[in-house]
C-alpha cells in the first residue's frame, strides 16, 4: 500500500479505554497521532452511527482508518459499519487479555469480526495464525510523557504494580509476592492487598482487598512491606521512578480458559501449561529508567538485548528470581548500566509513537 510519509488517519477508538481501568496507560493512544504531526480525525466508536460513519469519513478522505478499539461489542459495531462503507483500508490494534478473545456463547467473536479489517495487530504473538486477516504482533509501549527518567531518588529497592486477581492468580503470584516483601519498607507493593498476613479464606480476602478500607489499612504500620494503589498511571510512572529494579511478570489465569482452549484447541500454551501476555509494565519499567527484572518469554529476544537491557527469570523458579533481585539490589554500577540501556533502547523503539509507526511501515509494506 501506497500509505503517505504524513497520512491523513480517521482514529476510531473507545471512549473510555483508558479511563477506567488503564488510564494513561493505553488510552493516550489517540493523543499521540496528534502529536506527530499528521492530519487526524478522531470518531467515538461507541456514539457513531452508520451515518455520521460515512459522512465524516467522506469529508476527511483519509489514507487509513486506524483502530485502536478493545471492546467487543464496539468492534462488532464498526465491522457492521465497514461491512456497509469501506472506502479505504482499516486496521484494529487490539491489546487483548486471552480472555477478551472469548466473548458471551453465541456472540459475534472477536475472532469473526477481525476478518472486516485490512490488517489486525495484536500483543500476543501467539493470537497471529488465528485472526481471519493478516495479522502481526505489536506488543504494549509507553507514553514517554508520563514514563520517563524524572530523576528522583531510587528509594525501592524493589517495585511490583498490578492486581493478584482470583483465589488462582493470587497462589501463582503468591511466591514472588513473598520474595518481594523480604525486602520490607524497601519493596513497594501496588496490588490489592497487603503483605504480612498469609492467604485467607474468600471472605477474609475480600475483606482486606475492599476498596473502601483501603485507606484505613494502609495507615497500619503492621505490613512487611510499604503497599499503596496508585490512582492512576502518572502515580504508578511515580512508583516505578523511585524504584531500583521494577518486576514483571506474564501469566495469566481465569475462568475463561477452557472456554478459549475450546475455542481455539492449536493456542500454544508454555511448557507449564499456562497462558501468558507480554504485559505493558516491562515497558514502563525502562520508560521510567528502572532496571526491569521481567518473567522470561521467548518474544522479549526480538524486543531488548536480554541481559544488557533488561534482566529475566523463568517462570516457576523462584530460586532464579530471589538470585537475581538479591544480586541487582547490591550491584550499583551493574543495575545501573543495565537500566540506563533499557532506558535508550525504550526511547527509541518502545514508545507510543515508535508503536504507530511500525505499524504504518506494516501497513506499507503488507497491504
Not at 144 to 172: H, W
Amino acid at each position: 500500500m501506497k500509505l503517505p510519509l504524513n497520512p491523513k488517519v480517521v482514529c476510531i477508538a473507545d471512549p473510555n479505554f483508558g479511563n477506567r481501568f488503564y488510564p494513561y496507560s493505553f488510552g493516550c493512544v489517540p493523543a499521540t497521532l496528534d502529536r506527530m504531526g499528521m492530519p487526524v480525525l478522531h470518531l467515538n466508536a461507541a456514539t457513531a452511527t452508520l451515518e455520521s460513519f460515512c459522512k465524516d469519513i467522506g469529508k476527511f478522505k483519509p489514507d487509513l482508518l486506524f483502530g485502536f478499539i478493545q471492546n467487543r461489542q464496539q468492534v462488532v459495531k464498526i465491522v457492521d459499519f465497514l461491512n456497509d462503507y469501506h472506502p479505504v483500508p482499516a486496521t484494529n490494534w487490539s491489546l487483548e487479555d486471552p480472555n477478551s478473545v472469548v466473548g458471551p456463547k453465541d456472540a459475534y467473536s472477536m475472532i469473526e469480526a477481525s476478518a472486516s479489517f485490512d490488517m489486525w495487530f495484536c500483543n500476543d504473538s501467539k493470537m497471529v495464525p488465528f485472526w481471519r486477516t493478516k495479522a502481526a504482533f505489536m506488543p504494549p509501549g509507553f507514553d514517554d510523557r508520563v514514563y520517563y527518567n524524572a530523576g528522583l531518588e531510587r528509594c525501592f529497592d524493589v517495585s511490583y504494580i498490578g492486581q493478584l486477581g482470583p483465589k488462582m492468580v493470587t497462589k501463582m503470584y503468591w511466591p514472588y509476592m513473598k520474595e518481594i516483601a523480604v525486602y520490607g519498607k524497601k519493596a513497594m507493593l501496588a496490588s490489592d492487598r497487603p503483605m504480612g498476613v498469609p492467604l485467607l479464606p474468600r471472605s477474609l480476602e475480600r475483606f482486606i482487598r475492599s476498596k473502601k478500607r483501603r485507606r484505613f489499612l494502609q495507615s497500619l504500620p503492621i505490613w512487611r512491606c510499604r503497599w499503596e494503589n496508585p490512582k492512576n498511571e502518572q502515580e504508578k510512572a511515580g512508583i516505578v521512578s523511585r524504584s531500583k529494579i521494577h518486576s514483571g511478570l506474564n501469566r495469566v489465569r481465569g475462568d475463561w480458559e477452557d472456554d478459549l482452549k475450546a475455542l481455539l484447541p492449536e493456542y500454544p500454551l508454555d511448557k507449564h501449561g499456562l497462558f501468558y501476555q507480554l504485559k505493558g509494565r516491562l515497558f514502563h519499567a525502562v520508560g521510567a529508567g528502572a532496571m526491569a527484572l521481567n518473567e522470561y518469554c521467548p518474544e522479549l529476544e526480538d524486543l531488548f538485548d536480554v541481559g544488557r537491557e533488561i534482566v529475566t527469570f523463568e517462570f516457576g523458579n523462584i530460586k532464579e528470581f530471589r538470585d537475581k533481585l538479591a544480586w541487582y539490589v547490591s550491584h550499583d554500577v551493574e543495575r545501573e548500566r543495565i537500566a540506563k540501556a533499557g532506558y535508550e533502547r525504550g526511547r527509541k523503539q518502545h514508545t507510543f509513537s515508535a508503536r504507530i509507526k511500525q505499524i504504518f511501515d506494516i501497513v506499507r509494506k503488507r497491504l
